[in-house]
């Protein structure tokens, strides 16, 4: 026995019933749900490569402890108080936290536009606060399960016992996300790897190798101690390993307000080169 066939519906039903399966998600002030889905693909894209993400950063780090504990491990430093490799292990994990951040969020916009899917990213119902947010928060993320894992490794051969806990994840996350934001707009400024290895190896790189990473700043003479003074990131290093050694060679109040400051100033010039869609939509 046959089921009775509904029967047919009018024009206007049917326009009614399509309306109720496929109108648009009200997403509210904030999307969340699209922010969790775009931060959890930008997290999932470096996972799966972690060999060369996160591995690959251990490895490199610790050589250059291997190296410098050897050519200057009987040394001491803060007055002969701190043994070199000691004094040493915070400032190449935030070296690691550093480059790691910055290259999550550069190298993932730099490709996008590369190989023209960028539009998949900008087609979303995400609003440039959010676009920045997801992608801020990803490199954040990467750099600091790379300081993480190097911390882990150092542990094998190095003391790094804990003093103050506050400055560490402080200076670590507000690190990560500063290079983070820079990664996002060198990404979107940058049109070929030429353009994003520059920046790499003339800006972030001498930044982080002369700020303090391998020496206390005391022992440099002037103008080059005046100068220590203005780049952020020996704030970065210096405040982080006060966490661990229970001694700084700047001010860690400067320090904090440094970062709070320069992570404010990259938040709206990153908003606004979204919102404008400058190299992006154009």
Known sequence: MTAPKSPPQS????????????????????????????????????????????????????????VFSLAFGDRAVSGGAVPFPRFLAPGLIMMAIVQNSFANGASSLLISKIQGNIVDLLMPPLGPGEFSFCFAMAGATRG??????????????????????????FYGAGAGLLLSQIGITAGIWADKFDHMATITNFIITPLAFLSGTFYSIDRLPE?????????????????????????????????????VLLNGGMWICNYLILRNGWKLKS
């Open 11 to 66: 024009p206007d039903q049917s326009a009614r019933h399509f309306s109720a399966q496929f109108s648009p998600r009200d997403v509210g002030a904030i999307n969340w749900l699209g922010i969790w889905t775009l931060y959890s693909k930008e997290v999932h894209r470096f996972l799966k490569i972690a060999l060369q993400s996160i591995v690959a950063p251990v490895v490199t780090t610790l050589l250059f402890l291997a």
């Open 144 to 169: 600091l399960l790379c300081g993480a894992a190097v911390a882990l490794g150092m542990n094998l051969f190095v003391d790094n016992s804990v003093a103050h806990a506050w400055p560490i994840f």
């Open 223 to 259: 103008p080059w101690f005046g100068l220590s003074q203005i780049n952020p990131f020996f704030y970065m290093i210096d405040g982080f390993r006060y966490g661990f050694i229970d001694h700084a060679d700047g001010a860690l109040a400067v320090g904090v307000a440094m970062l």
